[in-house]
Structure formats: structure tokens, C-alpha cells
């Protein structure tokens, strides 16, 4: 069974240039999610899907980031314009079971910004 | 707001001993208790899960033990290994998101 699928791997921008990262979640996950991960720290959540819907999206910085899971599968994280401090680690996240269920993570997109 | 902490930050062990990590949190009104490991550049792999019912968890040389009233949890891995080398990070869910420590940076030399 394939697990969660993130592309790219790394992404290297200049400051003020849009980017955006792709999630694939094991299939038959309904629930997605959109973690930050800073350096020395661990994951912090930015937007929680249950099948196209976001129910939880009180994290996610709206001036710049957005985000979309148009048909209840696979899902895309926007930023524009992109920060400096916006340089972290872009984890994705799925579980079968919603809110409580054990979470499988994808590799990451480690995000540069020059 | 829950809080979670690990102890040690970082810990580095000889070969085969035997070792404890540990995770506290706040707030004792969780659903679950979430162990993953994090390899340098790489995502997180989750080890194992204890629901809020639950005392601990078992798999392989892990055993996870969870004391919902004193918000603690500890991961125990038995005769490690230098494979096991990598982040170990403990997450709790409640009412609020899945929340996480910083982790502990495990280092076993062979």
C-alpha cells in the first residue's frame, strides 16, 4: 500500500515568488492534513480536511497561504507571496478515522525562501 | 491550551542498553497518545498509538505507556540499536489538534 505522496521534495524560491506543494493521501483516508514543521520544533497544524471540506483552518495564515482539496482526494497548499520565514518544512498528513484516528505522514517539502 | 514536553532533548547511549523516553502534557483530557520517529530530512513514521482507555502499547522492542491522570507517557525501547538514532516525537489528541513536542534526539553509538 502506498503512503502519503508530497511533491517536491524541496523548493527553493526568492521572497515574493508564489509556491505550492501536493499531497496524495493513502487511499481511502478522508481526513487530510497540512502541518508546519520549523527547524528544533515539531509539527504544527495548518488545516484539517474531511473529504473536501475544511473544518479546521484557524492556524492557516489566510493573507498568504490558501488551500484547496477540490474533489476530496488529493490536495494543494498555495503561498503567495512567499517570506523568509516562511522557510519550514510542509508536512501532509491522512487517517482513516476522523479527529482521533493514528495519522501516517508524508515525506515533506522543505521550502527555502531566499 | 495543551502543552506537551520531552525529556531529555537529546540523549546519546551506548549500544544495547535499554532506554526511556519521556512525554508530559498538560491537559488530561485526550482521546489518544501518538509515538512517531523523524529521520534527518524525512517525515514523520508513527511507532505506535494508545487510545485514552489504554496503559500502554507494544511493538517489537517499543513499549508505550500512557497515565492519562498524571499526563505522562514513556516510550521504552529495549537492547537499542544504532538504527533506532533518529527524533523521537510524542503528540497528543484532545478536543484541540494533534500536539506535539519538540522531541528527543536520540543518538546510539555502536
Known amino acids: 500500500e502506498a503512503g502519503v505522496v508530497q511533491s517536491p521534495r524541496y523548493k527553493i524560491i526568492e521572497k515574493k515568488q508564489p509556491v505550492a506543494f501536493w499531497c496524495n493521501p493513502i487511499?481511502?483516508?478522508?481526513?487530510l492534513y497540512w502541518y508546519l514543521q520549523n527547524l528544533g520544533q515539531g509539527p504544527e497544524l495548518l488545516i484539517r480536511?474531511?473529504?473536501?471540506?475544511?473544518?479546521?483552518d484557524s492556524q492557516l495564515p489566510k493573507d498568504r497561504f490558501s488551500a484547496e482539496r477540490l474533489k476530496g482526494v488529493d490536495s494543494t497548499l498555495k503561498i503567495q507571496p512567499a517570506e523568509l520565514g516562511d522557510s519550514a518544512v510542509y508536512l501532509c498528513?491522512?487517517?482513516?478515522?476522523?479527529?482521533?484516528?493514528?495519522?501516517?505522514f508524508g515525506p515533506g517539502t522543505r521550502l527555502t525562501v531566499l | 491550551k495543551q502543552e506537551v514536553t520531552q525529556i531529555p532533548a537529546a540523549l546519546s547511549v551506548p549500544e544495547g542498553e535499554n532506554l526511556v523516553l519521556n512525554c508530559s502534557f498538560t491537559?488530561?483530557?485526550?482521546?489518544?497518545l501518538q509515538w512517531f520517529r523523524q529521520d534527518p530530512g524525512k517525515g514523520l513514521t508513527s511507532l505506535l498509538l494508545?487510545?485514552?482507555?489504554?496503559r500502554e502499547q507494544t511493538s517489537g522492542r517499543l513499549n508505550a505507556s500512557l497515565d492519562k491522570s498524571s499526563g505522562r507517557s514513556t516510550l521504552y525501547i529495549a537492547a537499542s540499536q544504532p538504527g533506532d538514532s533518529a527524533t523521537y516525537l510524542c503528540?497528543?489528541?484532545?478536543?484541540?489538534?494533534?500536539?506535539f513536542g519538540k522531541g528527543t534526539r536520540l543518538s546510539v553509538i555502536a
Open positions: 498528513a491522512s487517517s482513516l478515522v476522523a479527529g482521533a484516528g493514528e495519522q501516517f
Open positions: 487511499s481511502g483516508h478522508n481526513t
Open positions: 480536511y474531511e473529504n473536501e471540506e475544511a473544518v479546521d
Open positions: 491537559d488530561s483530557a485526550i482521546y489518544n
Open positions: 494508545i487510545q485514552s482507555s489504554q
Open positions: 503528540a497528543v489528541r484532545g478536543n484541540t489538534p494533534l500536539v
